[in-house]
């Protein structure tokens, strides 16, 4: 089969690879119909994290249809058709029951690395290094999916691939951002990054009752999605203080909770960003937490900090004055997609919400490479990739 495989920073190639197989009962195969390039896949693409090796098959986002299930599945059946949530859980040890499927206790077999790194291991995840557990992505024409008994949804038919693609991780994401801020009626929220976690984010403020929502960015082409198409106010951080802003924008008090969707390649004006880079450069600090920064500042005293951005090691000058003596809360976490699955697919088909908003660029697999460099590099206005097996 072909599939997006990563042979070094920067370096992507559409290769032929082994067809996967049956390994366990209770895996199943998929042939994907779609699959997604998403940001934090950029982190791999320019190396920010480790233990990728050379080979290693991309893609947390993906659907498809069953193809092949073990003897332990005994819900899924070939010909189904189905998304698959990008942690991979077991579903029944303790985290699992606790409902915090990307914190899933059996399905890192590289856990003892992650142990090393973060103190303890979170879930497998599909295609994002060896550290969340060497499995092979869904960026290729057919994957194989562990614990198909717990994570995959089946699609009501009739409804296009494009408009429950994004439940395998950015829908969630973005709502379970929005959800741990515990929006209440009359509530202002402010997002950093307009990504699609972010304008998912924004959507999913709205659908939770905030009354306004603010987002941050630097591209006008993204802060135009998040107004037109998320509905959300903006600030443009080359353009205006955001700080200053905010504070016009909340009568002096700030947001009532904040949210980071940019994660440890945030980027930053001026003097501050090249710090940011000098350190992240020299291995002193692995990520690069502007917007946390400026987020924590900005969030109203007794405010909820919601962190979805990816992060994945170490930061720098971390305001923690500020957060501690102004009582705030942070939340933060892979998003336990399971959770999430069957209530969001509800809402898309009540018409809530049409997650399909944010695709801009449609292409066969076998231009993956050029999809994420577009999406990287921002180019032809790229906010969101899928790609077609
Ligand atoms: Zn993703
Ligand atoms: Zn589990």
Known sequence: MKANCWNG?????????????????????????????????????????????????????????????????KNLKAGDRVVVPFPIACGGCLQCERQMYSLCENTNPNAWLAEKMFGHATSGIFGYSHLTGGFAGGQAEYARVP??????????DGMPDEQVLFLSDIFPTGYMAAEVCEIKPGD????????????????SAYLLGAERVIAIDRFRYRLRIARERAGAETINYEQE????????????????????????????????????????????ETDRPYALRQAIMACKSGGIVSVIGVYGGLVDKFPMGSFMNRSLTMKTGQAHVQRYLKPLLGRIQKGEIDPSFVITHKLP??????GFKMFRDKQDECLKVVLYP
């Open 9 to 73: 920073v920067n370096d992507l190639e559409v290769q032929d690879v082994p067809d996967p197989k049956i390994l366990n009962p209770r895996d199943a195969i998929i042939r994907v119909t779609s699959t997604a390039i998403c940001g934090s896949d950029l982190h791999l693409y320019d190396g920010y994290v480790p233990t990728m090796e050379r080979g290693d098959i991309l893609g947390h986002e993906f659907m498809g249809e069953v193809v092949e299930v073990g003897p332990g599945v």
């Open 147 to 156: 614990f198909a008994d717990v994570g995959p949804i089946k699609v009501p």
């Open 188 to 203: 202002v929220i402010a997002v950093w990054g307009c990504g699609p976690v972010g304008q998912f984010a924004i959507k």
């Open 241 to 284: 203080d955001v700080y200053e802003a905010l504070m016009e924008m909340t009568g002096g008090r700030g947001p009532d909770a904040v949210i980071d969707a940019v994660g440890m390649e945030a980027h930053a004006p001026g003097a501050i960003h090249a710090y940011d880079r000098l350190k992240q450069a020299m291995m002193s």
């Open 365 to 370: 697999l076998d231009r993956a490479p050029e």
